[in-house]
């Protein structure tokens, strides 16, 4: 019999749905954190080298691939300074990073020597061109000193064997780049050489010489102010370290992470200082309050800093740091998370579960940074004082001073010059004015419709749909509209899998208005012009027919236009053995509306009670219809709108959860009806075998009962038939005792396996 | 007759007897082979003298050796934190490379790219392989924390590794959390030879309500089910280390490794608020790390009594079989905590 099978499938959805409690330390929940922020990155300069450091380091592996990037542009844009900007930088990129070192030697070649020409490959580029017109020998033996260099200090695959540095050619080369460094009268190349040359020695990991030959070569040319400085100082800081000076290697890693964005990743990494006495070490290495200022900036950098607190230490010490306004912004941005539309946010709970937000202490974090900036305003020493007036404002509406905040806007639109602060105090006014929406009249949901149709601010910042949603739900709901409190934040099709009578009354209330406002008006309207007003009135007599209530149903049908109601149509009457939900039903079947199911109900309860004769049939197909329209039945789309296969037993009383609709899914799983029916035309029928049929259909009833009473501990697996408990047997029971000498008895008990393993108890 | 039937009688209940006396001395004469074995999760192999010391007090026979990690970097699995081997495991002992694969990992690569990733892997663990030349190595072993997402390319990895391997007549074993054989319907079995049931890191770890999450026996006993149906024959891995769990208001920070009480001792910096609880009276360095004022650390330990319930509450469920009682971890600043005597009693209770 296929209905095992279908158990069994729906039980195991069941099992796979019940997500087990974990009790091992994983990797968390596959989960996003659900929040707004309207605070723009692009309010800090935009110029600003530490942009990139602040705002992706939140994703290193994001950014590293960053640094790469801009560690190569960095590099390009140096050798296009170099040639004065006489040649592209794409041209520059193919020589320096693309081209092998064969097609760089005939470059060379061809400089010494007219008659041989460029390979094709070079001929096409600029770069290639300007270095042979212009005879660069020295740049080309430096370009063709580093591509030897390359294969002995490039990162290896990660996959493959761990790399077997040849030490010996590295010395080989270290020695021949020494004397190209005495060969060369560029400063520039001499200190590419000093990179190459002490690059060498570290990946050769021979720390004393990589010190050594950056003592020996630096002093030997001139300063030049290059980015390799930096780079260079990354290596002899990496040798420090593993030399155990980890406090002057620190102070190192510091300069390059004030200085060098391209190594800003790797200097924060690499930056190590365990303990106090390390750190007041460092701090004295430091020439001036700005270096000094800097190392509070790299421990303000790690997650878990109190950033307020090391925010005034660097304040103290530099106040035009430009640490400062990027750890403003970067606190705000948690703050935010904290704080904003805390009070209406339907997923605080979650984010509290998942993320730990928000944090215990976001009251004295906002105090603290409030009070913070407000000393910076005041004491004029800060670079960009209109981002430090704006960030007032925010934090004053973080804390909840929503006057204060509006005050604040107020007082300092006319300072504001800058187009970018300019729109963030816009963006900062309107989530303030959403957020303190509050009794919502229609002359407020018209300033919402012209806000959401023509505010170029709202399209522009993605988290301004949300939480509007989210501020009017809330509001809403607490001014007694639940039906436009849902409708703001859900299609109406999340309704249906668990229609709730209150709220389609206030949607159809809604629907019914004599002069909606546009904002109601964009609630009720479907895409085709038309309102949602018949679907509501089929949810509602279909509530009312699902819970019995089937004269009530009727009359809401009724009313609903006969186009609308045509369109769904189905046969509960048609009986069906075999337990099928989705096969079709015979060709010749009628099909009929919801009015027309119910009428034709009404008809055979009335034959029912009246024709004594067949007053059993007329119980059985009853019975039948009200099988059928249950979770178990080919027709259950009369009764509901939604079925989850997974969904069998549960215990809360047949909702399960489902992720579209907040109501959850009910399932309409009551067998009631139909085994009342039932167990009628089975105590007045004459005929034993239709009194044996409805015997088995309402054994049938009482096995979907136990499947589905509260506290089931049945498992499905191993295609286990159940052992029934003796009150949901007694139809099996009385299949056995009294109709066994049925025609249909035999047919059963030989087509129904599942039957048969009863007959046999 | 009735002389006949009492010899009779007398007759049948001395066989009974002897017949229960017999199949009794089958049941207590099967001892198990408990192998002790312990993880090296560190990713420099630079084994003290001390440490060869203990394993040979502890009589263990196995070293699971942490390898590598794989991690989703760049949108690529990678592998990080490669083991750097300064010395090397007594060639004695057994080997058993260790693999950890984050559950992003697996989330995120396409089941298409698993058969590549399986050959990477399969390669990887030959290369480094090599350095333990003299050791022997049957087994493999892989932990990864797979959730619903990451199970069908996680068990595929672990199908494409497993043949690979068995060409080489080596075994591989995963590890198994404890949630994962009360739920093994759902969660599902990998598809491997072994299991190693980490009996450790079983409470939220991100709750400040939370008490010791490396251990909670009450916890753990929810879970005692399916041990006798559970697919995969189990070894066991109890835990001997310690660590401090930072929080900010209620807020998770980080773990730091180690964290001994008496590091928390100096009266001008921290504050002891409950049993295993001290806030920092001012910002500072501890092991490393800078913590501010109002943080609060939870110091988590399991001490000798609690390995030594667990080891009689598992001993109990677990079926009489052989296998390995696999202590994490080798490392000399913790051992200290844990006699030699008093590991041998606690997987002596296995057998």
């Not at chain 1, 109601?520 to 018949?534: Q, V």
């Not at chain 1, 295609?719 to 109709?739: A, F």
């Amino acid at each position: 019999m296929k209905n095992l099978k279908i158990f069994t499938v729906v039980f195991i959805n069941i099992f796979l749905l019940l997500s087990p409690v974990r009790i091992a330390m994983g990797c968390g929940p596959d989960l996003y954190f659900d929040g707004y922020s309207f605070i723009n990155p692009a309010v800090i300069d935009q110029d600003s080298e530490y942009a990139p450091y602040f705002f992706y380091f939140k994703d290193f592996y994001e950014h590293f691939e960053k640094t790469k990037e801009i560690q190569t542009r960095d590099n390009i844009e140096e050798w296009n300074e170099i040639f004065c900007d006489q040649v592209p930088v794409k041209a520059i990129e193919d020589i320096i990073y693309k081209a092998p070192l064969s097609d760089i030697k005939l470059l060379r070649t061809a400089i010494n020597n007219k008659k041989y020409p460029l390979s094709p490959r070079l001929k096409l580029n600029p770069f290639a061109r300007h270095l042979k017109n212009k005879k660069c020998k020295n740049t080309v033996d430096y370009l063709i000193f580093a591509k030897e260099c390359e294969p002995h200090v490039s990162y290896f695959d990660a996959w493959g064997p761990a790399p077997q540095r040849d030490t010996v050619r590295m010395q080989k080369l270290i020695d021949k780049g020494l004397k190209e460094f005495k060969n060369t009268k560029s400063n520039y190349i001499k200190l590419r050489y000093t990179y190459q040359l002490i690059r060498l020695a570290h990946y050769k990991n021979n720390y004393p010489q990589t010190l050594e030959l950056y003592e020996f070569l630096l002093p030997k040319s001139d300063p030049v102010e290059s980015i390799l400085n930096y780079w260079i100082m990354g290596h002899r800081a990496g040798a420090m370290m593993k030399m155990g000076k980890k406090v002057e290697a620190s102070y190192l890693y510091s300069l390059i992470f004030e200085n060098c964005p391209s190594k800003r990743e790797s200097a924060y990494r690499s930056f190590k200082i365990s303990t106090e006495e390390e750190w007041t070490a460092a701090l004295l290495l430091c020439q001036d309050d700005r270096e000094r200022a800097t190392f509070y900036a790299i421990r303000a950098s790690s997650e878990s800093s109190r950033t307020a607190e090391e925010m005034e230490k660097i304040y103290d010490l530099y106040p035009d740091s430009p640490n400062l306004e990027l750890l403003l912004v970067k606190e705000i941005r948690k703050l935010e998370k904290d704080l904003l539309g805390a009070a209406f946010n339907d997923k605080t709970r979650a984010n509290k579960q998942f993320f730990g937000i928000p944090r215990k202490d976001r009251g004295n974090r906002v105090i603290e940074l409030h009070k913070f900036v407000k000393k910076c305003i005041d004491e004029h020493k800060i670079k960009n004082a209109q981002l430090w007036k704006l960030a007032d404002g925010y934090l004053e509406f973080l804390a909840g001073d929503f006057y204060a905040a509006d005050k604040t806007f107020s007082k300092i639109e006319s300072d504001i010059e800058n187009p970018i602060l300019q729109e963030q105090l816009k963006v900062f006014r309107l989530a303030l004015k959403i957020n303190t929406l509050e009794d919502i009249d229609s002359e407020d949901e018209k300033e919402i419709a012209e806000i959401i149709t023509d505010e170029p601010l709202y399209k522009k910042y993605r988290d301004f749909p949300d939480f509007l949603n989210d501020r009017l739900s809330y509001v809403y709901k607490n001014q007694g509209n639940p039906g436009k409190a849902f409708r703001v934040k859900y299609p109406i099709s999340s309704l249906k899998p668990n229609p709730q009578l209150e709220l389609i009354d206030d949607l159809l209330e809604v629907c019914r208005k004599e002069d909606p406002s546009k904002f109601e008006l964009a609630l009720i309207t479907k895409k085709d012009g038309t309102t949602i007003e018949s679907e509501l009135m089929d949810m509602k007599g279909t509530y009312y027919f699902a819970n019995g209530k089937t004269e009530t149903a009727l009359e809401i049908f009724k009313r609903i236009p006969r186009n609308d109601m045509d369109i769904q149509q189905f046969n509960p009457f048609i009986e069906r053995l075999d337990p099928c939900i989705d096969c079709n039903l015979p060709d010749s079947s009628a099909y009929l509306n919801k009015v027309e199911v119910i009428q034709r109900i009404f008809e055979l309860e009335y034959k029912a009670k009246s024709d004594f004769e067949n007053g059993a049939t007329y119980y059985y197909q009853l019975g039948t219809a009200y099988y059928n329209m249950t979770y178990f039945g080919h027709a259950w789309k009369v009764m509901d709108y939604y079925r989850s296969g997974t969904s069998w037993s549960y215990d809360k009383d047949q909702i399960f959860p489902e992720y579209y609709s907040p109501f959850g899914n009910k399932e309409n799983q009551d067998m009631t009806l139909a085994l009342e029916y039932f167990e009628k035309s089975r105590a007045t029928s004459k005929d034993p075998e239709l009194a044996a049929k409805a015997s088995f259909m309402a054994a049938r009833c009482e096995l979907n009962m136990f499947y589905t009473f509260k506290g089931n501990k049945y498992s499905s697996y191993g295609n286990k038939i159940p052992t029934l408990p003796t009150e949901y047997r007694r139809y099996y029971d009385l299949l056995n005792e009294n109709y066994n000498n049925t025609a249909f008895y035999e047919q059963i008990v030989e087509e129904c396996k599942f039957f048969a393993a009863y007959a046999r108890y | 007759m009735n002389y006949f039937f009492k010899i009779l009688q007398q007759l049948i209940i001395l066989f009974l007897i002897g017949a229960a006396l017999i199949f009794s001395a089958c049941e207590d004469s099967y001892q198990p082979s408990i192998t002790p074995a312990f993880y090296h999760w560190k990713n420099t192999l630079d084994i003290s003298n001390s440490e060869i010391k203990y394993l040979s007090q502890v009589s263990a026979k196995k070293v699971y050796l942490r390898f590598f990690d794989i991690d989703w970097e760049g949108n690529k699995a990678v592998p990080i934190s490669i083991i750097e081997t300064k010395n090397s495991i007594p060639n004695v002992l057994e080997v058993i490379p260790t693999i950890f694969i984050t559950n992003r990992t697996m989330i995120n690569v396409p089941i298409q790219q698993i058969p590549d990733l399986a050959d990477k892997v399969f390669k990887k663990i030959e290369y480094l392989e090599k350095g333990f030349e003299k050791n022997t190595i049957n087994e493999i072993q892989f932990d990864c924390d797979w959730s619903e997402k990451s199970r069908n390319q996680y068990f595929e990895l672990l199908r494409l590794l497993k043949a690979k391997f068995s060409s080489q007549n080596k075994k591989i074993s995963a590890t198994i959390r404890l949630h994962q054989i009360k739920y093994f319907k759902k969660t599902g079995t990998p598809p491997v030879d072994r299991g190693t049931l980490m009996f450790y890191n079983m409470d939220d770890i991100d709750d400040l309500k939370t008490q010791n999450s490396i251990i909670n026996l009450e916890l753990a006993q929810q879970y005692f089910q399916n041990f006798d149906k559970y697919p995969l024959s189990l070894d066991i891995a109890l835990p001997i280390f310690k660590w401090g769990i930072v929080f900010q208001g209620d807020k998770f920070v980080k773990i730091i490794n180690n964290l001994d009480v008496n590091e928390l001792q100096d009266s001008s910096r921290f504050i002891k608020i409950d049993k295993n609880r001290f806030e920092l009276v001012k910002s500072t360095y501890i092991k490393g790390y800078y913590l501010y004022q109002k943080d609060q650390i939870r110091l988590e330990q399991v001490d000798i009594k609690d390995l030594q319930k667990a080891a009689d509450l598992l001993s109990k469920i677990v079926p009489k079989e052989d296998r390995s009682i696999i202590f994490y971890h080798l490392d000399s600043t913790q051992i200290v905590d844990y006699p030699y005597e008093e590991l041998k009693n606690i997987y002596s209770r296995f057998y």
